[in-house]
């Protein structure tokens, strides 16, 4: 445990040290400027995928290399962690799922009294990869910058538990947060769902299964760069499919371990974007990455949800890469654009709050 930990804040310093030289150098080992379709892509993730580049290796097979992975994914979060938000107070303790309890992690920002807004995150990961660990930076800026309580879920991961499992345990979690809100610190008319990647596919598909059963629809929805259609071609997964960090091939094969036998013809959970009715979806917040394989899954569930009445802020930052919310300690760009969505929770909740007592002024 010592030797990790010392590792960890070794290469910590070494990150801190390559992504704080002088532009003109990190342009020099990045290599030229990459723009595509009028994207200029943000010159320290350029950086970052040539580090990358640099030190990848081969490693185990089978469930060793699966172990591995998870472990490397959750090291990660830690190397890129900004460490400015150690004063968010956390709790650990367990959730149920849809079959057994998951582990969870609550997030109460410093000076927050009284009942407030609830966030229920789900961790990205292509459905077989993370964990509250690595959900734990994302979460801890989420929470301070929104001024919000975050409950990180971890949900049970594919190839064990393939199709539906994550999507059941999410649920089964939010439903928990709802009945239990006060007990979380939370005010249950201000909840709201969120995730990045597999897990704003979560959030999303969570939002629009409570809208459609009647039970409690999440007050809005946070979905950082989400997977929406699973087992699509062509688009940005052929643009961005190579040489931006995450690949298409890694994509589908993520999405054959969570959805072996592909997409139900008769459930489409697995890929919201071919939902029948979206119309009863809670106001949404969704962004894209300019140079990420699900860019254009994304945006066009942004359009149909626009297309079906719902409130949506749609953004493309157009220079970031797949996974930019885990990169906000060395890309500046990165920063904003994460900052970007916690501004727009915390306005978003505190938009309903606001609805809401004026109708208990408006009724009395």
Request: hydrophobic share 45%.
């Amino acid at each position: 445990m010592i030797a990790r930990s010392l590792r960890i804040r070794a290469l910590r310093l070494a990150f801190r040290l390559l992504f704080g030289l002088p532009h003109p150098i990190k342009r020099l080992l990045a290599g030229p400027a990459v723009r595509l379709e009028d994207q200029l892509l943000d010159l320290d993730l350029q950086l970052l995928i040539r580090a990358g580049d640099l030190l990848a290796r081969s490693g185990p097979a089978g469930d060793a290399a699966m172990a591995e992975q998870r472990r490397q994914a959750d090291e990660a979060a830690e190397l890129a962690a900004e460490g400015l938000f150690d004063d968010v107070v956390i709790r650990d303790f367990t959730v149920p799922g849809a079959d057994g309890s998951v582990p969870a992690r609550l997030y109460v920002p410093p000076g927050l009294d009284g009942r407030s807004g609830l966030l229920v995150y789900y961790h990205g990961g292509g459905f077989v990869l993370g964990s509250i660990a690595s959900a734990d930076p994302l979460c801890r800026l989420l929470a301070a910058q929104a001024g919000v309580r975050v409950l990180s879920v971890e949900y049970r991961l594919a190839p064990e538990h393939p199709y539906p499992a994550a999507l059941d345990d999410a649920i089964a979690a939010y439903r928990y947060a709802a009945e239990r809100a006060e007990w979380l610190g939370a005010d249950p008319d201000l909840i709201a769902v969120g995730g990045d990647s597999a897990g704003a596919n979560l959030a999303l598909v969570v939002a629009h299964q409570q809208a459609l059963t009647g039970g409690r629809v999440p007050a809005f929805v946070v979905a950082l760069y989400p997977a929406t259609d699973a087992g699509r071609t062509g688009g940005s997964r052929i643009s961005f499919g190579r040489g931006f960090g995450i690949t298409t091939d890694y994509l589908t094969e993520l999405e054959r371990m969570y959805l072996p036998d592909g997409v139900p013809s008769d459930d489409a959970r697995g890929a919201i974007l071919r939902a029948d009715d979206l119309s009863a979806m809670p106001p949404v917040y969704l962004s894209t990455a300019g140079f990420d394989p699900l860019r254009d899954e994304g945006e066009e569930l942004a359009e149909r949800l626009r297309e079906a009445g719902v409130p949506i802020v749609a953004r493309r930052f157009a220079g970031l890469l797949h996974g930019y919310a885990s990169f906000t300690a060395i890309s500046r760009a990165a920063h904003d654009a994460t900052f970007d969505a916690a501004s727009a929770l915390r306005a978003a909740l505190a938009l309903v709050g606001s609805l809401r007592e004026q109708r208990q002024r408006q009724s009395a």
